[in-house]
């Protein structure tokens, strides 16, 4: 059983930074991409961020690019998300995601943790 748990959202003014965190457990963390999502009022959950199993590679929707960055620490099964620049529209409930499968990149997530909010105001 995978359980994931994130921490670090919050109120913050447009402009500014958070860095969100996700504790990993239940299984080898370094054999399995990570990932964030979010889920905004009235919308449907949209990807966010991915951090590769194997080399560390990095993608992002483009709605973040160039102000989010992934990372991950194997040895502590943690997760991060560090949001710089944040806007109104980052508004949502951010999650950390985990696949089923690992060593697959791209293998379907099956496993959420139950989120944390980051509200930006203007």
């Known amino acids: 059983q995978v359980q994931l748990v994130e921490s670090g959202g919050g109120m913050v003014q447009a402009g500014g930074s958070l860095r969100l965190s996700c504790a990993a457990s239940?299984?080898?963390?370094?054999?399995?991409?990570m990932a964030w999502f979010r889920q905004a009022p009235g919308k449907e959950r949209e990807f966010v961020a991915r951090i590769s199993w194997s080399d560390g590679s990095l993608y992002y929707a483009d709605s973040v690019k160039g102000r989010f960055t992934i990372s991950r620490d194997n040895a502590k099964r943690m997760v991060y998300l560090q949001m710089n620049s944040l806007k109104p529209e980052d508004t949502a409930v951010y999650y950390c995601a985990a696949p089923g499968r690992g060593r697959d990149d791209l293998a379907p997530y099956r496993y959420w943790g139950q989120g944390t909010q980051v509200t930006v105001s203007s």
């Open positions: 239940g299984r080898t963390f370094s054999d399995y991409a």
